[in-house]
């Protein structure tokens, strides 16, 4: 199975890219071309090198058509990590979800019927520092799309800034829920710089809109700046009434 994303982009001013692209500046940060495994067919558990380095587990079933998960999370310390284009296995390999593209036929809004556990797609945008970040990051009300990814790894934390602004995919088109069908999960391929995954939490019926939490309000609410935090809109029963806000941002 190819990668394929036919979707473009109608917005002005737009470029679409499929996949992330790095900014000179953080291109040192990574570590490129990951070893694959040596699994000659299917990739198992306790077998596969890259299922034994990831953090988490698909638990999968019927990898052709439905591209369905659950994730058994291991141990969180450590990253996701996909089979690559390195390894011996074939596309059908289980460990393979978030590498072929977007979900065919995705709308973000009046979507097609969605499984839980289905890919959807990646928030791919420009992955740039955090002072970039700090630079474009818009307290005026406007709209953000900027992302940032914290991980913590034992004492270590990583942020990873992703700006869909000028380069994007359809992932940036995708609104914040406090009660939301799908959620992210943080994934490596290739290399080590990480993918935003975004996965069906739960079915999700045709003509929804598919939404994900932008992030933990409880954490950043107290500590934002009020006139910088937006109303939530997103009309749900557990609206906490403000989007998320990324105080490292402010
Ligand atoms: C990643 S963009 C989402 C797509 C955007 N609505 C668009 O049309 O391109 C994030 C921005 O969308 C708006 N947004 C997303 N979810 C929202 C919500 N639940 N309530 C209010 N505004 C929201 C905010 O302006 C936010 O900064």
Known sequence: MNFI???SH???????ISQSILTKEVEDLYEYNLIGCTCEAKCE????????RSGTFYVYNDVKD???YSICEKDMERPTYEC?????????CGNRLAQFGPREFLRVQNCKKVDKGNFICEY?????????ALKRYK???EMNYIFCINERFGDTVSKTFIDPTFYGNIGRYINHSCDPNCKLYVIRINDTVPILAIFANEDINENNEITYDYGD???NLEAADKDKRKICHCNSTKCRKFLPFDISLA
């Open 10 to 16: 109608e917005t002005h001013n737009i470029m679409y």
């Open 45 to 52: 558990r306790s077998k596969c090198s890259c299922i034994e």
């Open 217 to 219: 309000a409880e954490n």
């Open 84 to 92: 690559n284009d390195s390894c011996k296995c074939t596309e059908m």
């Open 139 to 141: 307290t005026n009300g």
């Open 66 to 68: 439905k591209r369905s």
């Open 124 to 132: 791919a945008g420009e992955i740039i520092t955090e002072a970039e």
């Open 5 to 7: 994303d036919d979707y």
